[in-house]
């Protein structure tokens, strides 16, 4: 911020020179390396000020509802005793969507039915929401990256045989992008790097706070939650990654 204020002095300056017919002379500078340095100045701040990117780098976008993880203390009390999930959808780095799904329920005793479970079972249970599902739970859970559970929100869930009641478990999902070491190195980027994605969808703009994960198990795509695919009017549309 220092070093815009000082340009924009700079620049303050010089056009001061120019209009001055009584300052110039041998002391100043000749009219035309004012109009050049003015130039440079402007050219130099326009181009910290932008972002940078390419048409090309394109990303995938993965839209995700609300949903949950279980662990296996969990899934035994929501739905019985040696209970195993049954697979619905392959996802990737070895996820899938369950047939199973549970009921969330807020500290208000507001509920949201038919919310899926993922698998595989996970050491800790959490509730993945949506910030329009929050304020229907009566929640408000912290942006956070998935297993990241400190301090959260809490939460009930409802399965066929139990109920779960998480003290911390319920979050709203950081916006990021899985990619592989492959694709990590042709977008120039490394894991946990925080960059900006440009959509040009029905509404338009850009996401910023956008964190890279990297996994050797990872397809490229880019996960964002309802809230945030409708704000931007996004559907089938793909994303370009700003460094």
Do not use: W
């Amino acid at each position: 911020m220092k070093s815009k204020i000082m340009d924009m002095v700079a620049v303050s300056r010089m056009l001061y020179e120019l209009n001055n017919p009584m300052k110039r002379g041998t002391e100043k500078m000749q009219e035309q390396q004012l109009v050049d340095e003015i130039a440079r100045l402007v050219a130099e701040q326009l181009k910290n000020s932008v972002d940078v990117y390419n048409p090309a780098d394109e990303i995938p976008i993965g839209i995700s509802a609300r949903h949950v993880h279980l662990s296996r203390e969990d899934v035994e009390i929501l739905f019985g005793k040696g209970y195993q999930l049954n697979k619905k959808k392959e996802l990737m780095g070895g996820q899938f969507a369950a047939q199973e799904c549970v009921t969330i329920v807020g500290t208000k005793l507001r509920a949201i039915e038919n919310v899926r479970v993922l698998g595989p079972e996970r050491s800790q249970s959490q509730v993945e929401v949506a910030k329009t599902d929050a304020i229907r739970l009566g929640l408000n859970p912290p942006v956070r990256q998935s297993g990241d559970l400190a301090g959260s929100a809490p939460i009930a869930m409802v399965g066929p045989k139990g109920v779960v009641y998480l003290k911390e478990g319920c979050i709203v999902a950081k916006r990021h992008i899985h990619m592989s070491p492959a694709d990590a190195a042709r977008y120039g980027v490394k894991d946990k790097q925080v960059v900006k994605v440009r959509f040009d969808s029905g509404r338009g703009g850009v996401f910023e706070d956008v964190v890279i994960r990297v996994d050797d198990t990872f397809t490229l795509e880019m996960h964002i939650d309802t809230d945030e695919a409708n704000g931007l009017g996004i559907g089938k549309d793909k994303g370009i990654l700003i460094k």
